[in-house]
């Protein structure tokens, strides 16, 4: 490859990395995205209100929350009112049932055999004042191409939480095999929410330079020959690097590489925490 061919690669990967990255803040930015966390309330047999929140909510132990409100109290669910008690049944370690108030939504969720209430405003701090996450110069070095390795079945693997005393179940489909600065590595990689990689890891960087949870990134499905392409450029952050409020689960305890990873997106401003 010439020089002019080298520079032109490397502007077009530029390029296609400042238009994904565009995308990637716009999504943080929507109204009730991860930035407008507020608040986690967890929930138990008990019935209770929490300050700022109307309704009186428990945890009835038999996979439902029961929300108890009067019409007055402005909750609506599925657009209706709700008027008595209304019954919602959020589902492990999915997004969660959403229940309105006024512009704000509190997210019921469910995360093994916990239940908690996620208030999402879109005027919380961390969204109004969200400057764009900060990362490293793209560079044509971080991208790779590695071999994954199949297991012969998926496996349902145990991971902990940011959340002391949680738990997540991923589904770990096999290993990616991969080299950069010469050295040779490996990763354990989840199965995507469509298709495609998940490989979630921490690194030489985590907790200095990036979010110290780990961070992730997505690849493509890999080809027939089990061939997948490698872009660190695109390693993101997950929720909790930007709020409090969230219940992000943690690497697999064999992902972690020596080599610190100086590309993708770097640990984010907490404008709540100042």
């Avoid at 009186?56 to 439902?64: E, N, S």
């Avoid at 040779?184 to 949870?213: N, P, Q």
């Avoid at 690097?241 to 990873?261: K, Q």
């Amino acid at each position: 490859m010439s020089i002019t061919d080298s520079r032109s690669s490397d502007q077009h990967l530029r390029d296609e990395w400042a238009n994904w990255h565009a995308e990637r803040e716009a999504d943080l930015r929507t109204p009730h995205g991860w930035l407008s966390l507020t608040g986690l309330y967890w929930l138990d047999a008990e019935p209770r209100s929490f300050e700022g929140l109307p309704g009186i909510w428990r945890a009835t132990g038999d996979g439902g929350v029961e929300v108890t409100a009067a019409e007055a109290d402005g909750l609506v669910v599925g657009d209706m009112p709700v008027t008595s008690t209304a019954r919602l049944e959020p589902v492990d370690g999915t997004p969660g049932v959403l229940v309105e108030v006024g512009p704000r939504r509190v997210e019921v969720v469910r995360r093994t055999d916990s239940y908690a209430l996620r208030v999402r405003d879109p005027e919380a701090i961390t969204r109004t004042e969200f400057a764009g996450v900060p990362t490293f110069p793209v560079d044509a070095r971080w991208v790779v191409d590695g071999r994954f390795a199949a297991y012969p079945q998926p496996r349902r693997i145990t991971v902990g939480a940011v959340v002391d005393g949680l738990q997540h179940f991923p589904t770990a489909v096999g290993v990616v095999h991969f080299s950069v600065y010469g050295g040779d590595h490996e990763l354990v990689a989840l199965r995507g929410k469509a298709e495609g990689l998940v490989l979630h890891f921490r690194d030489a960087t985590s907790g200095a330079s990036t979010y110290g949870g780990g961070r992730v990134l997505k690849t493509l499905e890999p080809d027939a020959e089990g061939r997948v392409r490698i872009d660190f450029n695109r390693t993101v952050n997950l929720p909790c690097a930007f709020t409090a409020y969230a219940t992000c689960p943690l690497p697999p305890a064999e992902n972690r590489l020596a080599v610190a990873v100086e590309a993708g997106e770097r640990d984010p401003a907490r404008p709540e925490v100042r």
